[in-house]
């Protein structure tokens, strides 16, 4: 690729947007599972009420259920900053609100009101998501979606890591979990003020309807109906369930195979979360090129060959012990890998939508792969003990024929209906 095409992809301030957006759209999933996690941990709060914290992750795979209402309305009052905006601005400034009145309570003694706000924090966390993902997908032509989704979940990434990684160090370092999360909700503010000048894509479809309910009846069942009606609809949906399923079994049970392996969780932290996150963000600018290069089933076949084969990693790594280099070898193959995955499904999905429902359909497709993703990882330990650890690992590139032969199916359909 030449020079000035890259200038001219990466000089797009669109894309600085979208990378700006992920970055907030991906730091309170790290709130919710690791600095809350770790702030109950350290107040001793018991091990079966903290897991229950999980629900607060539930809305991400609920979305559907209120996108609808994201496609077809704006916020009053902020509707002049643009409809997904004023969306965005709502959800950002109202987790700043949520992180403040979680920094003045105490885990043992206000223990249901965090739970709550907890829970809240997750359902605005998924608003936000629908509202950015909507935002991503009308922003940008068709051609640019494969690098808008790199950007996006490389500021997903980033913000992962703030929330994560960053805000346990600034913990550690002033000894206090209301400072920091004081400073969080603080970056929130700040998140707010940007969301207020972005330049929002204006949009053909006017909004104009009425409550009812045979109106709500439309707004919920119209989006859906729109993607069932086209051809190759099942399978479509079979592709975005079971193209990150082997990396979502591998995941799930990666960090007890470190661990038996007899890897210390030191050594773990800096494999995974410095050169591990290096791998996958450059997997992830791998993917949207690869995308933007030879085109959407070529790109997502390619990646997804590319991701699934890479689990060998672990099979080779299962029988090196704990030689740390053989540790780094296999998380930066295998996390670059699943970058290019990842920024190649997000630009697929992207495509897919319909911009006149952007929110519910992007919602549909990744509300789909989440909840059957969350729900059959739970069996990932017991298929371990069965199989073992390297036939597991061979299970989970199993797991992504089907998907690859789906899509193979549709890019002959699709090159048939063209040359038809």
């Not at 929110?359 to 909840?371: E, H, I, K, N």
Request: charged residues 10%; hydrophobic residues 50%; neutral net charge.
């Amino acid at each position: 690729m030449k020079n000035s095409t890259l200038f001219k992809i990466f000089g797009d301030y669109r894309l600085f947007e979208i990378f700006i957006l992920g970055i907030i759209s991906g730091m309170p999933l790290a709130i919710i599972g690791t600095m809350i996690v770790t702030w109950l941990t350290e107040s001793d709060v018991t091990l079966e009420i903290i897991t229950t914290f999980a629900i607060a992750r539930l809305p991400y795979s609920l979305k559907p259920l209120w996108s609808p209402i994201i496609d077809y309305c704006s916020i009053p009052f902020l509707s002049k900053f643009g409809r997904r905006a004023s969306w965005m601005i709502c959800c950002s400034s109202l987790i700043a609100c949520i992180l403040y009145s979680m920094s003045i309570l105490s885990p043992n003694a206000d223990l249901s009101l965090l739970y709550i706000l907890t829970i809240c924090l997750g359902t605005l966390s998924a608003t936000f998501d629908i509202s950015f993902d909507a935002f991503r997908i009308e922003k940008l032509e068709q051609q640019m979606q494969g690098v808008g989704a790199a950007c996006a979940v490389f500021g997903y990434r980033i913000g992962l890591l703030i929330t994560g990684g960053g805000a346990l160090y600034l913990a550690h370092i002033n000894d206090s979990w209301p400072n920091t999360l004081l400073l969080v909700a603080g970056i929130f503010v700040l998140s707010t003020i940007f969301i207020f000048f972005i330049d929002e894509a204006q949009s053909n479809f006017k909004v104009d309807i009425d409550i009812s309910w045979r109106n709500l009846q439309i707004l919920i069942t119209k989006p859906f109906m729109d993607f069932l009606s086209r051809e190759g609809a099942i399978a479509i949906l079979l592709v975005v369930i079971f193209f990150k399923l082997g990396d979502a079994m591998l995941g799930v049970v990666s960090m007890p195979f470190y661990l038996e392996l007899g890897f210390s969780k030191q050594q773990i932290a800096v494999a995974v979360k410095i050169y591990g996150f290096i791998a996958t963000i450059l997997g992830t600018y791998a993917g949207g090129l690869v995308i933007y290069k030879i085109g959407y089933f070529r790109g997502l076949i390619i990646s997804g060959i590319i991701q699934s084969i890479t689990h060998l990693a672990f099979v080779w790594l299962n029988h090196q012990g704990t030689d740390f280099s053989a540790l780094f070898i296999a998380i930066s193959i295998e996390n670059f890998a699943g970058g290019m995955g990842s920024s190649a499904l997000v630009a697929y999905l992207s495509i897919l939508c319909n911009k006149k429902y952007s929110a519910t359909q992007y919602a549909l497709f990744s509300s789909a792969a989440s909840l059957f993703n969350n729900t059959v990882t739970i069996y990932g330990g017991t298929l371990v003990r069965q199989l073992g650890w390297d036939y597991y690992f061979i299970f989970t590139i199993i797991l992504a024929i089907p998907a690859i032969l789906l899509l193979v199916y549709l890019q002959k359909k699709y090159n048939n209906q063209r040359s038809s």
